[in-house]
């Protein structure tokens, strides 16, 4: 089913998610859930709490870097739950939107190269590393999973400007652009 995703400035967005203790089929719907409406939205990750359910579940496809050429397809669905980051490395700027933000790109410094760990949509642990655009999803889900947004990154003028525009347009129910 198609979830609605929760807009900046909610407050909801704010709220911290709490561990999975069972992966049992109610969460299994969530991923399925959540996965439908992040590709009926074009993005590349979504957050459980962006669709206002406090679990820390996330799903995601990236296209692999080059993985295009090699495999054809590139792209590849992951869901992570209970993810935490046990390592990074470095550091590199990118260019970051939100499907709770939309209409916004601003470059965000995050880290270069992390380690992850989290149970996969059986239940299964499992840990990767990732740089890269899949590296720069991996934080920023997990920054949603803790109630931070990206524009947190950002300057407070810009963040005021964009949360003003937010503002209007969904006050005058205009179609953000
Ligand atoms: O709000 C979200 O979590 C989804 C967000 C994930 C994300 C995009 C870019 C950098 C970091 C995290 C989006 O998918 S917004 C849509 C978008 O920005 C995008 C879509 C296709 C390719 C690249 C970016
Ligand atoms: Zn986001």
Redesign the pocket.
């Known amino acids: 089913a198609l979830l609605e995703i929760l807009r900046f400035p909610d407050p909801r967005l704010r709220r911290q998610a709490e561990p999975v203790k069972v992966v049992d089929g109610e969460i299994r719907k969530l991923v399925d859930d959540m996965f439908e409406t ?1 590709y009926a939205s ?6 459980a709490v ?1 669709v206002n359910v406090l679990r820390r579940v996330i799903v995601m496809d990236v296209a692999d870097e080059g993985s295009e050429e090699r495999s054809g397809q590139g792209l590849r669905p992951l869901c992570f739950i209970n993810p935490e980051i046990t390592d990074r490395w470095g550091e590199a700027e ?8 939309p209409g916004y ?1 601003e470059p965000v410094t995050r880290a270069e190269r992390i380690r992850v760990r989290a149970l996969d949509r059986q239940g299964k642990p499992f840990e990767m590393e990732a740089g890269g ?1 899949l590296g ?2 991996i934080q ?2 997990i920054d ?1 999973l803790d109630g931070r947004l ?1 524009v947190d990154h950002l300057s407070k003028l810009k963040r005021d400007r964009i949360r003003k525009k937010l503002e209007k347009s969904s006050r005058h129910g205009t179609p953000s652009r």
């Open positions: 992040m074009e993005g590349i990750g979504l957050a962006q990118c260019e970051e939107g939100c499907l709770s933000v790109y655009l720069v999803c920023h889900e949603h990206f």
